[in-house]
């Protein structure tokens, strides 16, 4: 399932790329005001080219000014049109930005349910392909004159066949449109290299009409050990789903989950859910995600107060969006005590950001913990009154 910490990590991943973004966007807007300058250099006579250099630097530095804190100066006269232009670039692709990255995070869930849908449905594909490799060895020894060994085991395993039959699976296959057509070539490689060579598969092939409990033991050992752990399936899913090597674990936790609850023959299927409550989780990680990008300038402020003699834009990026996402959760979510907003982003930092991150977002945090509190920003009811401090 999705818990707190992966969706404190997709809103960062999103949150980072957005800074990103920014940067692109303000690099961008300086290349509009460079070629808005630029001269015909066929057809201007030399002094009109210096004069237009001159414009043009002029109107780069004019635009510079406005995106330092505090500037309030007016733009000069004869380049205010153009730097202007560059404004309103820079507003409208950062807002699109935005958006899209918005709705790409709220996109999350749906990513995970679907690769979680192709695992089950790609257990009924193998099992399509267990009969297809019998049939193609009878066909060549009838070719041959030969009597084949038929093994059917795992296209007639009863716990395959139930979760092909559930209703909710069929449905939802429907819903997100999961298909493998165009891909028979692939599944029998998968079939023939990754499966057929598993030892503990071909022990269970060998078996005299296994009973449900053998049955099940290979679905969730396919799942386990083969689909989660090969190369070539780690490879295909990568495809599908750029987030996958973040994905990857939810993913083999709700499929094994789905699985378990046909372990006994009794049993109906019930298709793992991607969070015990995934409307309050997607309010969450919307919320953390939008407050953070619209009190920017205030958390980035809070910062500086702490930053004595040092620019906040020598951070290392991934440390200044940790910080302010830190920062935005402790201030806007009251339930969440401030101890676990502190301890899950020096978590995140160690995977995603600098050797000496942790410290420095740890000693940061709890600095500002305390004087918010004190100063009544930080405000804490319920849940997050415990372990406040």
């Not at 205010?80 to 404004?87: F, G, I, N, P, W």
């Not at 689909?227 to 936790?253: P, T």
Request: hydrophobic share 40%; aromatic share 10%; charged share 40%.
């Amino acid at each position: 399932m999705i818990n707190r910490r992966s969706l404190r990590i997709k809103a960062f991943k999103h949150l980072y790329a957005l800074e990103s973004s920014k940067r692109a966007n303000y690099q961008m807007a300086i290349d509009l005001l460079d070629k808005r300058f630029s001269p015909d250099l066929n057809s201007m006579e030399i002094a009109d080219k210096d004069e237009l250099d001159k414009k043009k630097k002029l109107a780069i530095g004019e635009f510079k000014k406005l995106f330092e804190k505090g500037s309030d100066k007016k733009v000069a006269e004869e380049v205010t049109e153009e730097v202007e232009e560059a404004l309103r670039f820079v507003e409208t692709q950062n807002k699109q930005d935005f958006k899209r990255l918005l709705h790409s995070l709220e996109d999350e869930a749906e990513k995970i349910i679907k690769d979680h849908l192709l695992v089950l449905s790609l257990l009924e594909e193998l099992a399509w392909q267990n009969k297809k490799h019998a049939d193609e060895k009878r066909d060549l020894a009838e070719i041959l004159g030969e009597k084949a060994i038929i093994r059917l085991n795992f296209y007639r395993n009863k716990v395959i066949a139930k979760i092909s039959l559930d209703k909710t699976f069929k449905k939802l296959k429907e819903d997100y449109k999961i298909r493998w057509e165009g891909q028979e070539d692939l599944l029998r490689d998968w079939y023939k290299g990754a499966l057929n060579k598993d030892e503990t598969f071909r022990e269970y092939i060998k078996k005299e009409n296994p009973d449900y409990a053998e049955d099940w033991l290979i679905v969730d050992y396919i799942c386990r050990k083969v689909i989660f752990k090969n190369d070539v399936f780690d490879n295909f899913f990568e495809d599908v789903d750029l987030d996958w090597l973040q994905n990857k674990l939810i993913v083999r936790s709700l499929a094994l989950k789905t699985i378990k609850s046909v372990k006994d023959e009794n049993d109906e299927m019930h298709i793992a859910d991607v969070s015990y409550n995934w409307d309050d989780d997607s309010e969450y990680v919307r919320e953390l995600y939008s407050v953070t990008v619209k009190e920017n300038e205030y958390l980035e402020s809070l910062m500086e107060g702490k930053l004595k003699n040092w620019d906040i834009d020598r951070l290392a990026l991934t440390d200044k969006v940790l910080l302010k996402m830190a920062l935005a959760e402790m201030i806007h979510f009251p339930s969440i005590p401030t101890k676990v907003t502190i301890n899950e982003f020096i978590e995140i930092s160690k995977t995603y950001s600098t050797p000496k991150s942790k410290k420095f977002i740890n000693g940061l945090l709890d600095s500002l913990a305390i004087e918010l509190a004190d100063k009544g920003v930080i405000r804490k009811s319920g849940r997050g009154l415990l372990d406040n401090k």
